[in-house]
């Protein structure tokens, strides 16, 4: 089975540093894409930026590049999502998907991860 | 490429027949959309690609149509558990883009 697992749930306080991760299994990881997605509290979903593991080739959303850092270890089959300093309006849920055509990053996506809430206040 | 779904919300009876739309600010190539269903507290998960090919698994009351900038998803005999927000997304085009979704409550 195809599956995406990601770490659990994050409570930090503002300036804070994080980085969540997102374990695959059941496929090839190095074939194919890996996108990450926010979904803020109500609202829909944003896609935020995509890397391959096979080379490490990465690439952001406009309204996100600068803001996080997205990477990959394929030795252990984990991508990685990543803030320097964290704001409240990062307070979101993201889910890792992967990309579902191996070796395209214009695929939909399947399957989801079951997704991390990080939760920034004071 | 902005897709505008309608309507917002969606209050139908358990039987009757659903129809999402997803409009696309230009055309989306070759028919490079998907749709997702979202239940409260569960990530989402793929219903529709290619416009209208169904996910493994996925009854065939779910069905996709449309083409260029029009797309629809239509639930024919709405059930309970069909009660979730849609998304369509273009994934023709990057940066890939998602609707705003529709949100589906049955009565």
């Known amino acids: 089975e195809v599956q995406l697992v990601q770490s659990g749930a994050e409570v930090k306080k503002p300036g804070d540093s994080l980085k969540i991760s997102c374990k695959g299994s059941g496929y090839s990881f190095s074939s194919y894409w890996i996108a990450w997605v926010r979904q803020m509290p109500g609202k829909g979903l944003e896609w935020m930026g995509i890397?391959?593991?096979?080379?490490?080739?990465?690439r952001y959303s406009p309204s996100f590049h600068g803001q996080v850092t997205i990477s990959v270890d394929r030795s252990v089959s984990t991508a990685y999502l990543q803030w320097r300093s964290l704001k409240a309006s990062d307070t979101a849920i993201y889910y890792c998907?992967?990309?579902?055509?191996?070796?395209?990053?214009?695929?939909?996506?399947?399957?989801w991860g079951q997704g991390t809430l990080v939760t920034v206040s004071s | 490429i902005v897709l505008t779904q309608s309507p917002g919300t969606l209050s139908l009876s358990p039987g009757e027949r659903a129809t999402l739309s997803c409009r696309a600010s230009q055309s989306v190539s070759s028919s490079s959309l998907a749709w997702y269903q979202a239940k409260p507290g569960q990530a989402p998960g793929l219903l529709i690609y290619g416009a209208f090919s169904r996910a493994t698994g996925i009854p065939d009351r779910f069905s996709g149509s449309g083409s260029g900038t029009d797309f629809t998803l239509t639930i024919s005999r709405l059930e309970p558990e069909d009660s979730a927000v849609y998304y369509c997304q273009q994934y023709g085009t990057s940066p890939l883009t998602f609707g705003g979704g529709t949100k589906v409550e049955i009565k």
């Open positions: 998907v992967r990309h579902s055509k191996m070796g395209s990053s214009l695929s939909w996506f399947d399957p």
């Open positions: 890397a391959y593991p096979g080379d490490s080739d990465v």
